[in-house]
């Protein structure tokens, strides 16, 4: 029993030397807030992303490394809109941290501040996996970027008052460089209007929104609902009388149903980063819209 | 332009088809036509708009004085009504059943060499059961705590709490408080319900061990070390009730359990946790049936400490981390055990007692595999030593061996394969077989079960 007690007070004391006190620990959930977060907090803060263009956030878990980032975090960056519901309420209970629980400043929700499309009338899960809030996925529309990182901005200078000058000037430079990029993006954008597509999941809707894609058809039924050979079938002849430019998938999706409905309606299956870290060229925000404005562009070529 | 151009088209198209239906379709598809131009054209207009507002909200907001704190952030519309209701907890179900064909009678199944625990152990009943329905609330107290019950209705009309308790939400430096009664945070599975367990049954360690799983009445005291490796500690203590301790006459704490955790990631692809508990308990007269030499049912107990340590590991898998698509989870536990106090013989009547001392192990591996979306297979593997049991009445020769039949030696086994097949997240067929190698003449049972699991209600969170 001695050993066992001595042992975990080695442990203790070696793992209280270990993490730096220097930055603001931020977790963020997503690589696009986490990648937001480095925009805005610049060297003060240390930003660890809990999961990766390449997961579905709706399937990550509380993994033993994630309980860990949220112990020691000061502020956690959601997307909320229980896009994280699976997962992201046993983190906070797991963390025994209080500083990040709901309704602390350490607790911020992108969506809070963005007004959600697609919110169902009723919520039946026989419509599949419908989110009660509103579609969550907004980061594929730069307006909703904009506006996420100014309460965030603000966020960051509650937490950290001393820095407020800082993240002021990050904040106005980033807004700069990102009305322009919007501006660009939108302009350059022009000939996806009205192009009519096929996507993958609802998480796509908001770029199709800003952009003016017209969604004919979804691959899946129903959110989060797998296609079945039926409903595949169905779709291909849909789609044969009036068929789409292209079918926009993301990064993480499984491109089997993508391809084999692109082979048989002729039209090029287009993989979107989705996030940031989603394609080699996603590698910070404006990375991830001019990719995915240009994969969308080659698509229409 | 007008603005009202949008609405004199509708109307004409209106009126239009009101009047001369047959006619008027080119002109209604012409002026939909103009409609729809015209819709597109405001929505580039709104969107330029859109973005040059919040170009200009970020730059405001950049501009503004550091004093200005938490931002204007519009929260959620509120609902349209506000009511009562609006603060009722988190609820959700979960509706189990299986149907149970095993080659030999269940009523007959025990593990050899173990005492047998009273627990809710064995394959179950043949044909068709209702399993336990759960019932979950959970919601925050208030800033400072928050409370879950989990009461389980079994198919014998009985409704037991399997957990009701509250836990801290606002304790500093990684410390969390739990009271009530609550699953023991040691090894692996203890702490997950059964409806998110990778088989119908728990390992026979866990069997043998806790009777299935150990809830404690009680108190628990957890803290996670602020690393960027996982280490969590555990202290718990309470009444002393539930298997292999039992309720004790006296004041203050009963028995300990302390336990510890370490995890992280390996890579993108894989994570891991590993465990060490140890939990110490005193029993006063823990009864268990047995036959004697002659093969008459008598009531037999144990009285003294049973000391038992645990080690966990469990290591996920899935490619880029995504376990949407394919995932491998492996997991194993190993448990050893010490009792060492009196037994007595046939309580009610000869009433016999002596020493008893037993050294007892047990573990289990397994591993479940998603090979494609909604369809896992796993494997598993269990094993028992029931070791050398030294029972004073039998080495003093005052009873045969053969008085204690549930405690001669012996060395269980079971291999189990299951397939399930998950429509949603919230729905769940499976399909089990096991040869159970349990009993004492160590012939293989044959178990087939087919399982149904059903969650309605609020969106659950599972533990790793």
Known sequence: MKNLIRGALALLFLSLALPSQAAIRVLATTADWGALTKELGGEHVDVYTATTAMQDVHRVEAKPSLVARARTADLLVANGAELEVGWLPVLLQESGNPKIQRGMPGYFEATSVVTLVEKPEKFDRAMGDIHPYGNPHIQLDPRNVAAVAKALTARLTAIDPAGADYYATRAADFGKRWSEATARWQAKAAPLKDVPVVIMHRDQAYLCRWLGLKEIAAIEPKPGVPPSAGYLGQLVSKLSAAPPKFIMLNAYNDPKAANWLSERVHAPAVVLPFSVGGSKEAKDLFGLFDDTIDKLLGAVK | ?464
């Not at chain 2, 088989?199 to 070390?225: E, H, M, N, S, T």
Request: proline share 5%; glycine share 10%; charged share 20%.
């Open chain 2, 1 to 464: 332009m007008s603005a009202y151009k949008p609405i004199a088209a509708l109307v004409a198209v209106a009126c239009a088809s009101l009047v001369q239906p047959a006619q008027a379709e080119d002109d209604a598809a012409a002026l939909r036509a103009e409609l729809q131009s015209l819709k597109s054209d405001y929505d580039t207009r709104v969107g330029a708009l859109e973005a040059r507002i919040a170009q200009l909200e970020t730059t405001a907001a950049a501009t503004a004085s550091a004093t200005e704190a938490l931002p204007a952030e519009s929260p959620p519309p509120a609902p349209a009504t506000a009511s009562a209701s609006a603060f009722n907890p988190a609820i959700s179900v979960i509706l189990a059943g299986t149907y149970a064909d095993t080659s030999r009678d269940p009523a007959d199944w025990s593990m050899a060499g173990f005492m047998p625990n009273g627990g809710e152990v064995g394959p179950g009943e043949r044909s068709f059961n209702l399993g336990e329905s759960e019932l979950t609330a959970s919601a925050n107290v208030d800033p400072y705590f928050m409370a879950q019950l989990t009461a389980a209705i079994t198919g014998e009309d009985e409704i037991e709490v399997e957990e009701a308790f509250f836990r801290t939400t606002a304790l500093p430096s990684g410390f969390t408080v739990k009271g009530g009664r609550f699953f023991s945070g040691f090894g692996y599975l203890n702490e997950v319900h059964a409806h998110a367990w990778d088989f119908v049954d728990q390992p026979l360690v866990y069997q043998a061990f806790f009777a299935g799983q150990r809830a404690q009445d009680g108190v628990q005291v957890k803290w996670i070390a602020p690393a960027d490796l996982l280490v969590e500690l555990g202290a718990e203590t309470g009444n002393g009730d539930a298997f292999p301790g039992t309720r004790q006459g006296g004041n203050g704490l009963n028995g300990a359990t302390l336990f510890a955790h370490v995890g992280g990631d390996i890579g993108d692809n894989a994570s891991w946790r590993a465990g060490a508990s140890w939990i110490d308990l005193d029993s006063e007269g823990r009864e268990y049936e047995d036959t004697d030499a002659a093969g008459l049912p008598v009531l037999n107990a144990f009285t003294g400490s049973s000391e038992t340590w645990v080690a966990d590991a469990v290591l996920k898998w899935a490619p880029t981390g995504n376990s949407a698509q394919r995932y491998l989870k492996l997991q194993g536990e190993y448990m050893h055990r010490k009792e060492s106090g009196d037994l007595t013989f046939d309580l009610e009547d000869a009433a016999l007692t002596d020493a008893y001392r037993s050294t007892q192990s047990g573990w289990y591996v397994q591993g479940v595999y998603q090979f494609r979306p909604r369809w896992r297979a796993g494997l598993r593997y269990d094993a028992l030593d029931s070791g050398d049991t030294d029972i004073g009445l039998v080495t003093s020769g005052v009873l045969p061996v053969t008085a204690f039949p549930a405690l001669l030696s012996g060395d269980p086994t079971r291999t189990t394969l299951m397939l399930d097949w998950n429509p949603s997240e919230f729905s769940r067929w499976r399909l089990q077989y096991a040869w159970d190698e349990a009993r004492d003449d160590g012939d293989t049972d044959r178990q087939l079960q087919l399982q149904y699991l059903y969650g309605i209600g609020a969106h659950g969170a599972h533990k790793y």
